[in-house]
C-alpha cells in the first residue's frame, strides 16, 4: 500500500496547481480519501476529502471554492485542483486514508493509516 504525491511547487499568489497523488495496492474508489497539510511548526490541517469513489467531496473553509478535489478511477489516482492560492497556502501537502468516517477525526496523524510523502506547495511573490 503506497501512496506517492506529486504536483507542489513555487506560485505566485493568485496562482494555480494540481496536486496528484498516485496510490497502489488498494483501490481508492473503495475508500474515503483525504488531502492535509502541515505548515512549518503548525499543527495538521484537513484540506479535503473524497468518498464514494467521487460521489461526494468536502472541503475545510479555508479552501472552500477554491479548491476541487477529484478521482481518476482508472488511475488510481486522487487530484487536488487549487486556484486563487494565498500565501497562507504554503504548506507540504498529503494525501491520506482516514481510520475514522467521523470527519471531526482528521487533524491528528494518528486519524490516518496511510500517507505519501508530500509535495511541497509554497505561494510567494
Known amino acids: 500500500v503506497t501512496l506517492v504525491e506529486s504536483g507542489g511547487g513555487l506560485v505566485q499568489p493568485g496562482g494555480s496547481l494540481r496536486l496528484s497523488c498516485a496510490a497502489s495496492?488498494?483501490?481508492?474508489?473503495?475508500?474515503?480519501m483525504a488531502w492535509v497539510r502541515q505548515a512549518p511548526g503548525k499543527g495538521l490541517e484537513w484540506v479535503s476529502e473524497?468518498?464514494?469513489?467521487?460521489?461526494?467531496?468536502y472541503y475545510a473553509e479555508s479552501v472552500r471554492g477554491r479548491a476541487t478535489i477529484s478521482i481518476d478511477n482508472d488511475k488510481n489516482t486522487m487530484y487536488l485542483q487549487m486556484d486563487s492560492l494565498k500565501p497562507e497556502g504554503t504548506a507540504r501537502y498529503y494525501c491520506?486514508?482516514?481510520?475514522?468516517?467521523?470527519?471531526?477525526?482528521?487533524?491528528?496523524?494518528?486519524?490516518?493509516?496511510?500517507w505519501g510523502q508530500g509535495t511541497q506547495v509554497t505561494v510567494s511573490s
Open positions: 491520506a486514508r482516514p481510520i475514522y468516517m467521523e470527519r471531526s477525526r482528521r487533524n491528528s496523524w494518528n486519524d490516518y493509516n496511510t
Open positions: 473524497i468518498v464514494h469513489g467521487g460521489k461526494n467531496a
Open positions: 495496492g488498494f483501490p481508492l474508489e473503495n475508500f474515503v
